[in-house]
């Protein structure tokens, strides 16, 4: 059992899911921008490094950056320092080559390795109930579950190395064409003269209804709020890693394929940095349309 874990990357979700981790472990915490580690030891109590390698001291350590990229590279800095026994938990929305790439140079360290992506949001990451799609062995699953669960509403074990990362891309894909199906809808129906609020709500209690339309759209496209809790960009990185374990496969995706296209393009127009929901905004420039509430009050008698 891990009695001092460490987390790298304290963005979005890793600032509160290491605030988290604290109540139960002794933890060290490290981010590329210092000021945000030192000021999680202050609300949280953590204790902040000052390089990176004395991650090494943790019995646990955690990362949560954008891409694999990073996590390579931060693995590669650590290396030299960790003793053998490290478990390493990724919760990264990584990519599986990688991840299994990566597992293969911490065994030869004496260590292990774990992807184990989240879902939730920011709102679940601030909850601690994340819900965790772990890749690995089962001994070092039985090894991370109590450590996970300081965070984690539900965890599962998916397979081996690269699974969870498989699962999480795969997850975020339906997300992405949910996003892009719902929007097309919308347009359309404002072209044809219909409140998008009660359209959605008709759909919400119909077929058609998902995540997407009962959520994301009332809260962040009706409102045109689109707070920015996870970027497009990210999003557009998970479509891709998606793309690529279908390539892999030798998979015919056309769906998925042509949705990660469509965010290369809103990432171009709308920006890397606007929340995902704002990919909408790509399919209403090509309507002309938005999809708000009608201002007009509907008397048609
Ligand atoms: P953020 O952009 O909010 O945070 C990214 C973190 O990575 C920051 O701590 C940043 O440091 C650090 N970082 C960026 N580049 C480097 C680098 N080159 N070297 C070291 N550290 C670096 O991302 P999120 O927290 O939103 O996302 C993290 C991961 O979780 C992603 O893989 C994402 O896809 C996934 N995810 C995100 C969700 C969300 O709702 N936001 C939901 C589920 C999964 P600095 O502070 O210095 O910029």
């Not at 129906?189 to 409140?195: H, P, Y």
């Amino acid at each position: 059992m891990a009695e001092r874990v460490a987390f790298i990357g304290l963005g979005t979700m890793g600032y509160p899911m290491a605030g988290h981790l604290v109540r139960r472990f002794e933890t060290l915490v490290w981010n590329r921008t210092s000021a945000k580690a030192e000021a999680h030891a202050r609300q949280y109590g953590t204790k902040a490094l000052s390089s990176l390698s004395e991650a090494a001291k943790a019995d646990c350590i955690f990362t949560c950056l954008p891409t694999s990229l990073e996590v390579e590279s931060v693995v590669r800095e650590v290396l030299p320092a960790l003793k053998g026994g490290t478990l390493w938990i990724d919760c990264t929305s990584g990519d599986p080559n990688h991840s299994r790439r990566i597992a293969q140079e911490l065994k030869q360290a004496g260590c292990e390795y774990l992807d184990a992506p989240v879902s939730g949001g920011k709102a679940g990451a601030e909850a601690g109930t994340l819900t965790v799609m772990v890749g690995g062995s089962k001994e070092g699953f039985a090894r991370a579950l109590p450590v996970i669960e300081a965070f984690a509403g539900k965890v599962f074990h998916v397979g081996g190395v690269g699974a969870g990362h498989a699962v999480k891309a795969i997850n975020n894909m339906l997300l992405a064409v949910n996003l892009l199906a719902v929007a097309e809808g919308l347009v359309t129906l404002v072209k044809e003269g219909v409140d998008p609020a009660v359209a959605l709500e008709v759909i919400n209690v119909s077929t058609g209804r998902s995540f997407v339309s009962e959520v994301h759209f009332p809260e962040r496209v009706l409102t045109r709020a689109f707070p920015p809790t996870f970027s497009l960009g990210l999003l557009a990185k998970d479509a891709r890693i998606a793309v690529s374990i279908a390539r892999q496969a030798y998979l015919p995706t056309p769906l998925i394929q042509l949705a990660t296209e469509m965010f290369e393009m809103a990432r171009a127009q709308v920006g890397a940095d606007a929340d995902h929901t704002a990919v909408v905004k790509l399919i209403e420039s090509w309507a002309g349309v938005q999809i708000a509430p009608l201002q007009e009050a509907r008397n048609d008698g």
